[in-house]
């Protein structure tokens, strides 16, 4: 057991594989050209949507002021944190290959286009620098900061940049919309933390930001990564046949992920604030695209900042990475609100992804098509579950109307249509479709060894199988072949076939994570997981900033209850500045109370925040410390060890697209 691993997190599961370079470049390329029922397919889009209208590309390059730096951007270990030229292969104005949706490359073009863009008289930002946007506000004195990007390093090139290009100002303030990692991750690379400590900087979060930014991912963190380095494509070549972007934005960066904790809390919608001379109008929309998030107007500029509710793409109300899932609902009525804020006097709508939406009448249409998005897919999910059809069911024959469907901003080129009406009817109704018959199903490996004994047996299969392939029948072949797989994972007859059609869905796919998804699937089939070096993702300011009530729930979900058995413990860890916690271990479970001490205990562990933190971050062996006196156990050191014994380590690189 390595006791420096006494907590392994991971907050940040957009990261999961960003620092790993492509599987696919590893031994020889077996992936295939398009076939002609892919072509097809891709082609029918060509006609029903209006490729003809190119104001969304006018709007991507209006302001622009520079091109960001040419060279790769690299962290302080050498390692690359972002290469602009990765996707250099996407040419604005070429027509899409035939192994990428021609909707979603129109989309890949839109995000390759980076720089410094102005917005309006004042406000700036940097695009196509990582995954999401900065932007820079110039006040009275200095300049505000909106969103960081993920790595400090991303984050210090777009500053010099704008420094470049508008002067040197002063940092006066840092406004993070929302909870996710693309949104606060690079703040050091704009601000110090003495400047905030000191009170020259401000730091203006929504409500519940810290708790959120920290504990989203960590409970279930390792599958949320694994699962995310599907996602983002990242394991994948970029190239026409592999990763073209993510919807949201290319991809994401690779560097320094670091956090500093808000200054000023945004609490409720109406709340005003001046920052740098500038007055600030906030609308809070906790548990629409993140647990806590907030929009806002600023007067002087007449000027919206949409977060990321309303972006030019549907988004996720579940992301597949894995998370809880997200309220259309309210996200509707977040962006209704807005509309009756601001919507009779707002002239520039801008958002942390993408592109903004100039003029009064292009914004409150904007607004109203991305409100009613999420409310038809809330309402119209519910209207089908009161019918009683079933969630796959309502997914599958879902449609949207035309004049929302046609809307360029509301493509599914990150959330999807079909995973996000399932989501809303597992928000609703659970997993569980009523049907008993689905109550109690056999799990994978078992049901599908029956299945293909039930078919014929393997060979059978695939050869009808291989027929459905040619006929274009993809969905089909890939859920079939994967009860091969399941039942024989040594089959790789099965796994090139369930490999070659997952990669024609993915060549088909209008979501840029549907088509990472199939992709990575396809290359992990042919090629097996490539355990390559994992990201540390819990870097120091992050496990500074988890709280002490976390640390141990995280504790408790890696305590192993088959190792325990019904062994018995109690302890009182006293962590410094008043922190005390009783934990006691009974019935395979692991509770705390915070600000108590027991009776009866078999030790009481004394250590400062900072030796856990070291810990957490394996820069210190559990037994190194106790050796050094940073760690001191007044009882039973052994008992001790023996619960630290129980605890799991999670390994990153688990099967997913085999047994």
Known sequence: MRYARFAKLSVASVLAAASVQSAAAQGTDLRKDATDQTKQANSVLLRQLPFSDTSDFENAHKGFIAAPPAGAINGSAGN??????????IKEGQAAPDTVNPSLWRQSQLINIAGLFQVTDGIYQVRNLDLSNMTIIEGKEGITIVDPLISEETSRTAINLYFAHRGQKPVKAVIYTHSHVDHYGGVRGVVSEDDVTSGKVKIYAPEGFLEAAVAENVMAGTAMSRRASYMYGNLLKPDP???????????????????????????????????????????????????????????????????????????????????????????????????????????????????????????????????DLYRFINDQTLRMVNQGMTMREIADAFKMPDTLANVWANRGYYGSVYHDVAATYVLYLGWFDGNPATLHELPPV????????????????????????????????????????????????????????L??????????????????????LRNGVAKLPTPNTASPDTVRAMSLDLFFDY????????????????????????????????????????????????ATVTLSRDTLNNIILQQTKLDDAIASGSVKINGDPAKLHEVVSYLDNFEFWFNIVTP
């Open 555 to 602: 504790l408790g979900v890696r305590l192993n209850s088959a190792k325990a058995g019904n062994a018995r413990a109690k302890f009182n860890f006293d962590i410094g500045n008043s922190d005390t916690y009783l934990v006691e271990l009974e019935n395979g479970v692991l509770n705390h109370t915070a600000n108590m001490k027991g009776d009866q205990v078999d």
């Open 446 to 501: 078992e049901a599908s060894k029956k299945y293909v004994e039930f078919m014929g047996g393997a060979g059978e299969v695939l050869n009808k199988a291989k027929a459905a392939y040619d006929k274009g029948e993809y969905r089909w072949v890939a859920q079939v072949a994967h009860h091969v797989v399941f039942a024989d994972p040594s089959n790789q007859a099965a796994k090139s076939l369930e490999a070659d059609a």
């Open 241 to 371: 046949k592999g990763q073209v972007g993510a919807g949201l934005g290319t991809t994401t960066s690779a560097g320094t992920v670091t956090l500093l904790a808000p200054t000023n809390t945004i609490k409720e919608t109406g709340q005003k604030e001046t920052i740098d001379g500038l007055t600030y109008e906030f609308l809070m929309a906790p548990g629409s695209e993140a647990p806590s998030e907030m929009m806002w107007f600023i007067e002087e500029k007449k000027a919206m900042e949409a977060a990321e509710d309303a972006t030019h793409t549907l988004h996720n109300t579940y992301s597949l990475r894995g998370a809880k899932i997200r309220e259309p609902l309210p996200w509707s009525k977040y962006l209704n609100q807005a509309l009756v804020m601001w919507g009779d006097k707002v002239e520039v709508i801008f958002a942390q992804h993408h592109w903004p939406t100039w003029g009064n009448d292009n914004g409150t249409k904007f607004l109203k098509s991305q409100r």
């Open 80 to 89: 690359l944190v972002w290469d602009p030229q990765k996707y250099g292969f």
């Open 503 to 524: 990669e024609q869905l993915g060549y088909q796919a209008e979501a840029g994570p549907w088509r990472n998804f199939y992709l990575t699937g396809a290359q992990e």
